[in-house]
């Protein structure tokens, strides 16, 4: 692929970063992003700079522009998340219902639904979750339990999801439950529904993290009624709804906005152990290096998604290949940050960084374990045999 921006491209670049010095909040833009104490003040935040940032066209910029967006291509796309990043602007609030359902509304969805939820979804008027893991089954969606019971209008709803991403702030959830009869091949029977988190039936359990946060939660459905307006695509095939949604998620939704944030943290921990002698010691030297060369192999898969998305392709089984790279990266680079900035060290960034890495620990089950990327690679990329 041409890795030059077009003039067209290089305007918009120009265009949103004078939006940007105009608009950004004055705590932003330098170093590691502030971090609220309370969840929901910052989500609040995220509500509405989200806001801001829909009214002057500058999120989902590769929607069609009658459901809100510019109708621009991948390339733009990434060009608006890199800028974003670059300038350490708070994180879209709504990412869920913007990279990933929104995505698969366009995809499987019908025009009334589009019509319905793709406009709230730009604003953060309405939030989105995604209710897909389960206690019992977790990153093997396959064996889900989940059920949804066909009724007269619709479907009830009855089982359990967990590690749901602020679920508690959600106005809706995307949900993955069996609407058929078992079958040999567990892929079958599985449908996808937009759920209603405030409807009746519907209980919602904050988890604490080790970082002290309660981000995820366990979602409890207990007959939930679901209209059959809300089923996405055609009842019994959620899996390819599903597949999708995670698609997007491990191969397009973040890896591209990842690269710049640590890319800024990395210069900033150089410079840091520059400043505290911690660069003469080798151990520190060959984690920093170790941490530019991964920064440098997501840097190429993320051009390899780009190539191929440009080309009208789905990012298909190698967005696990993408996953896996950023979650080696993430955990490296925060290894990386302790020994520069640990205990004792006198940075300022030491607590903020001490926080990344237990935040990173997630990193390797978040968006599928690294086990069943792994699994993924094996058998659809590599033709390896299932046993």
């Known amino acids: 692929m041409d890795l ?31 971090r609220l104490a309370d969840l929901s003040k910052a989500v609040e935040l995220g509500r509405r700079w989200q806001a ?26 990434f060009l608006v998340a890199e800028e974003l990043a670059r300038y350490r602007a708070p994180e879209l609030v709504g990412r869920i219902g913007i990279n990933l359902v929104g995505p698969t509304l366009l ?29 019992d089954a977790g990153s093997d969606l396959a064996s889900l339990s989940t059920r949804a019971e066909e009724v007269e209008g619709g479907f009830l709803v009855t089982g359990r999801k967990v590690w749901t991403s602020y679920a508690q702030f959600a106005d809706w959830g995307l949900c993955l439950a069996r609407t058929g009869p078992g079958s040999p091949r567990r892929h079958d029977g ?9 409807a009746a039936g519907v209980q919602i359990h904050p988890l604490v993290q080790i970082t002290g946060d309660a981000e995820f939660n366990e979602v409890i459905l207990e007959e939930v009624f679901v209209p059959a307006s809300n089923l996405i695509g055609t009842c019994g095939q959620g899996w390819a709804v599903a597949s999708s949604t995670l698609a997007h998620e491990r191969g397009t939704a973040f ?35 170790q941490s530019y060369i991964e920064l440098g192999l997501l840097r190429l898969e993320n051009l390899r998604t780009l190539s191929r998305l440009e080309r009208g392709e789905d990012p298909g089984p190698d967005s696990s290949r993408v996953k896996l790279i950023w979650t080696s990266m993430t955990q490296q680079l925060s290894d990386a940050a302790l020994l520069v900035c640990g205990p004792g060290s006198g940075s300022s960034l030491s607590g903020t960084w001490q ?33």
């Open 4 to 34: 030059d921006l077009t003039c067209e491209q290089e305007a918009l670049r120009s265009e949103l970063r004078d939006w940007l010095a105009a608009h950004l909040p004055a705590e932003y833009g330098s170093g590691l992003p502030p």
């Open 52 to 77: 801001k940032l829909a009214e002057a066209r500058w999120v989902a910029v590769t929607w069609p522009v009658e459901y809100g967006g510019r109708g621009l291509g991948a390339v733009e796309h």
């Open 107 to 135: 995809a499987h969805g019908s025009e009334e639904q589009r019509r319905r939820w793709m406009p709230p979804i730009l604003s953060a008027e309405e939030l989105w979750c995604q209710l897909f893991s389960e206690p």
């Open 190 to 198: 599985i449908s996808a529904l937009a759920v209603d988190m405030h």
């Open 255 to 289: 890896p591209f906005k990842e690269a710049v944030v640590h890319e800024g943290y990395l210069t900033s921990l150089y410079r840091q152990a520059q400043a505290n002698g911690a660069l003469e010691d080798p151990v520190v030297a060959d984690a920093l290096a």
């Open 355 to 387: 926080r990344q890495w237990l935040w990173s620990r997630a990193a390797s089950i978040a968006g599928g374990t690294s086990e069943i990327q792994r699994d993924i690679i094996a058998n659809r990329i590599l033709g390896l045999p299932r046993h």
